[in-house]
């Protein structure tokens, strides 16, 4: 298992939600040294889940309110969830038009871009922390997204998809939306950054004062609307970063996976890349815990080495007590709806990644779906911005944390530790 700033394991992020400081997020959330959660990789592969982060919170910092930022925080990811659930794979399309015709951004992501060698330090640094830690800071990757869509003119989807590949906390809702909110598909407005923003937010080593973007926010605006504009790159002399490969089927350092399951007669508690937590506490010992990779999703939406091992590692350690997966497979959607098919019963959350391929196994009468631990109530319609959603989940009207419909029984709950 290579070096990594995230171990993936769930009592690593319980120690990392134990610090969690509100007051200081609130106040430092957006500078790259800010006090920020960094639990990110933990929520998208449900090592955590956004209840506990908000009970820890409550538990600890009476007073916390709706309105605070950190309760925002988990309301932006439920509400990228929400749009996803009503709207599915034209998530990954434009929403609207935005400030140009799609046949103004180019196809291919740049290679100094790649390379990490555009010789703005903002945009490489950002690179090569992709590379090396499979994270970044939101306000970088808004950043990166901005340069790259308004400054090179580079379509979303290309961004997105290569940015996807190489995080640790990959979402599609998360990531794809987050760049159409960038772009102006997914808002009312491109959005844009310059120098000042980066010197007001980063340390002096991303600082671009003296470059193409230190500027005015008018001459980007212009910039943003305009098809034949784009910022000339001034690669830096000197090899460029090397890319880690992604990979669509799991890198041999993961050891052997099955390839076909035989489940008859069993009942499964079926683990995947986004439900890694321990089996719930409802199941009974009996209960055979499997992991699943869906050969046709990763060869769709390939992911670094890095991905791969931290999501495995977390996968065969479960609660860090034995109680990982007994099995672990690489299964097709054909060979997943078979193994079902004979099992008496299979539990599984609920895995929006897979929708695609669902269909295979959806009316197997063994299944259970679950549906993953929330904290706002889901909307009965999609919503068109964040503040829409925000009224109608209620949580724009709640008197405390506590009246939200994750933490109901917050006061019933132990805390978390």
Known sequence: MMNTPFPPRRSAALARLAQLDPQAYARTRNALEGAVSRLSPYVSHGLLALP????????????????????????????????????????????HPGPLPGSAYLKELPEDVRQGRTGLAVIDRAVAQLYEEGWLHNHARLWLASYLVHGRKLHWRVGADWL?????????????????????????QPYLF??????????????????????????LEALARSPGRRLPPAPVSGPG????????????????LAEAVDWRGREVWLVHPWSLAPPPADLGPEVLSVGVYLRE????WPWSARRWQFVDAAMRAGSGEGAGVQQRCLLDAAGLARAMGG???????????????QAAWSLAPALQLRPAPRVF????????????????????????LHALPGLLSASAAAPVT
């Open 164 to 188: 996807y590949g190489h995080l640790l906390d990959g979402d599609l809702a998360s990531n794809h939306l987050s760049w159409q909110w960038v772009a102006g598909t997914g808002s009312r």
């Open 52 to 95: 506990e982060l908000l009970r820890a919170a409550a538990a600890r910092h009476p007073g916390l309110k709706p309105q605070h930022s950190w309760v925002y925080e988990l309301g932006w990811r439920e509400y990228f969830q929400d749009s996803w659930h009503w709207r599915g794979e034209a998530i990954l399309q434009d929403l």
């Open 194 to 219: 310059n120098a000042e923003n980066v010197r007001r937010y980063a340390p002096s080593p991303w600082r671009v004062d003296g470059s193409a973007l230190d500027c005015g926010y008018e001459t």
């Open 297 to 300: 999703f990763h060869q769709a």
């Open 377 to 400: 109530a889901r909307p009965e319609a999609p919503c068109d911005s964040f503040s829409q959603w925000w009224r109608r989940c209620g949580a724009a009207r709640a008197p405390d």
């Open 343 to 357: 099992a008496r019963r299979v539990w599984m959350q609920d895995a929006p990644h897979w929708l695609p391929w």
């Open 241 to 256: 970063l090397a890319e880690p490969d992604l990979h669509g089927t799991p890198p041999p350092e993961l050891g052997p």
